[in-house]
């Protein structure tokens, strides 16, 4: 392990996974505000440490690997409580308009990431590099900001729950934004996910030719 200061950042995130997907099953919205801030700092932390190890010319083959990770990760730890929360817990965690994460919702974003790993793998094996492009970026984007909203919105609906907040004019305002944002985020994290998804296809589709070719006796 070469402990640049990218590296360091990007096992932090790491590290920061197990945290910010506990803190939401605790009771009450502390610890949801702390997942929500731990979130944050682990989002914006993914768009430095790339910078970082190119401005000081520290790019590593460990930190190419672990920095793929360390997003599908912190995707994962994010999503799965998410999607059992609006699923399973009460009713007070519910989504505008759509009511809970759909399970098939789940499997889109989570299978994007997979199908994008073992794409990539395809094409490293024969000598082409898939690097990230613009789609790829703004899908990025949006899960963060679906993700982050989300988050909050189990920090905001425990602090209501606790102090009535929802009964003022403030707070019906709030409601009815953060809620549009949410049902709005999530629809749109679905659409630039599965359009990110067919860029890249769509791209290197040479590549998905010779998957389709194979036969299984064919080497790497």
Known sequence: MIWTLANIITVSRIALCPVVALLP????????????????????????????ARERNEITEIGKLLDP???????FSTLVPIYWITT????????PWWGNVPLWVALVLLGREFMMTVFRQHAKRRGVIIAAMGAGKLKTVVQDIFIGAMIAWFAWKDLTAQYGWESGWFGAFWEQFHGTVIAVG????????????????YKYRALLHDVASATPGDGP
Not at 69 to 75: G, I, S, T
Not at 186 to 201: H, P
């Open 25 to 52: 099953f605790i009771r009450g919205y502390i610890p949801k505000l702390i997942a929500f801030v731990v979130f944050l700092i682990a989002a914006f932390s993914d768009l430095y440490d790339g910078r970082l």
């Open 69 to 75: 990770l360390a997003d599908k990760l912190l995707l």
């Open 186 to 201: 999530l629809a749109a994290t679905v659409i630039v996910t599965v359009y990110s998804l067919g860029v890249y296809f």
């Open 88 to 95: 399973y817990r009460i009713v007070q965690y519910e989504i």
